[in-house]
């Protein structure tokens, strides 16, 4: 008779009593670390994927891993599909493939090929005519935004943007891929070097920003209007009197300033100032806010303005300031940029000083 087989040895399984201190400790951690990400990816997605906010795309989860204080900004994806942004995108895209044609260069995707920094400087090279001295290449991330940090500075000081004045963009706003900073800063650039574009009138995007705040996700929907009428644009999208004066009337352009400057020292000359220098007197904002003075019958504090600006960004100040003063007294605020009137645009200038003209002609 035969002895039954023997059963197969079962594996020998460590008991739970065999587990050390530092063991149950670590799967303690590991368990409560696992629950936090799944709770904080949770509390992302309902924040964020709310009955009417459908988002632009599913979001990966570690985009919803924010720092104490960090934010995010999503399109939602309505927004997104808007065709005028996509018209938009498909514009600047254009444009910059046009402007970089000769160096072989093609952008399929605003945010996948401009945050690195290496496009916008090989555009802004372009058109400026100045070589930026960074490095070709920059594969590290801080290269990258070191790259980006000098290509944003030289596209500021080309476009003459006060530094005190904040933009629409940042160094770690297009790092980061934001279609909103990317796109404010294509279309400035676009506006401000006569880019053959016209660009669609008032492109809004609606926008769910995320923030942390206290361990938990706030967020709340904003607005990002991108363009707006072509008011803004003054003559880059609409001729005007002075268009055609500087073109086709040169001479007749001479007896408009002559009545201009007539008229400002008619006011100027009764604190014993004049005006001889059309094109450089006006520039730095000084007897801009002066004369809104005395248009308007008070006397302008003079710690409220530079009086003898030293930089780009005092002028910046004090036209603002000039412009502030305009609006205060009902002047609809002049299409002129501060930066244009600093910048020694004559037909800027030739605007503002106008709107006044019309106003105050009749003022002795």
């Known amino acids: ?59 990966p989860p570690e985009d919803y891993d924010l720092g104490e204080g960090e934010e995010r900004s999503l399109i939602e994806r309505r927004s997104y599909a808007d065709p005028k942004l996509q018209h938009l ?29 290496q496009i916008l400087q090989k555009l802004l090279e372009k058109l400026t005519g100045e070589k930026l001295e960074v490095p070709e290449v920059s594969q590290s991330e801080e290269g990258q935004r070191h790259k980006l940090e000098v290509v944003l500075g030289a596209a500021t000081h080309a476009m003459g943007l006060a530094r005190w004045n904040p933009q629409k963009w940042s160094v770690e706003a297009i790092h980061s891929k934001s279609l ?25 995007v609606e926008t769910v920003v995320v923030k942390k705040q206290g361990g938990k996700l706030d967020y709340r929907r904003v607005v990002e209007e991108i363009t707006s009428s072509y008011d803004e644009f003054g003559m880059r999208c609409e001729r005007d009197a002075f268009d055609t004066l500087l073109d086709h009337a040169p001479d ?8 201009l400057i007539s008229f400002v020292n008619k006011h100027l000359n009764k604190i014993n100032l004049e005006v001889t220098d059309f094109e450089n007197q006006f520039h730095d904002g000084v007897y801009l806010t002066l004369l809104m003075g005395l248009l308007e019958g008070y006397f302008v504090p003079l710690y409220e303005f530079h009086v003898t600006p030293k930089d780009f960004d005092q002028k910046v100040y004090n036209v603002s300031f000039a412009f502030e003063l305009m609006q205060d007294a009902g002047i609809n605020r002049p299409k002129a940029r501060p930066e244009d009137i600093v910048n020694l645009d004559l037909k800027s200038t030739l605007r503002v000083l106008y709107n006044l003209f019309a106003k105050y002609r009749h003022v002795n």
Not at 187 to 198: D, E, G, K, W
Not at 252 to 259: A, F, H
């Open 180 to 204: 909103v900073a990317i796109l404010y800063l294509l279309v400035t650039l676009a506006r401000y070097f006569r880019a053959p574009l016209r660009l669609p009138e008032n492109v809004n």
């Open 252 to 259: 007749k352009l001479q007896v408009v300033k002559k009545s």
């Open 1 to 59: 008779m035969t002895s039954p087989r023997s059963k197969s040895p079962k594996p020998l399984t460590p008991k739970k009593d065999d587990e050390s201190f530092w063991d149950k400790l670590g799967t303690l951690g590991r368990k409560k670390r696992i629950k936090e990400v799944q709770e904080f990816e949770q509390e992302g997605k309902n924040a964020i994927d709310l009955p009417g906010s459908p988002t632009q795309f599913d979001i």
């Open 89 to 117: 995108i498909c514009l600047l895209i254009d444009w910059i493939n046009d402007e970089l044609a000769d160096q072989r260069i093609i952008v399929k995707s605003i945010e996948n090929d401009l945050y690195d920094g």
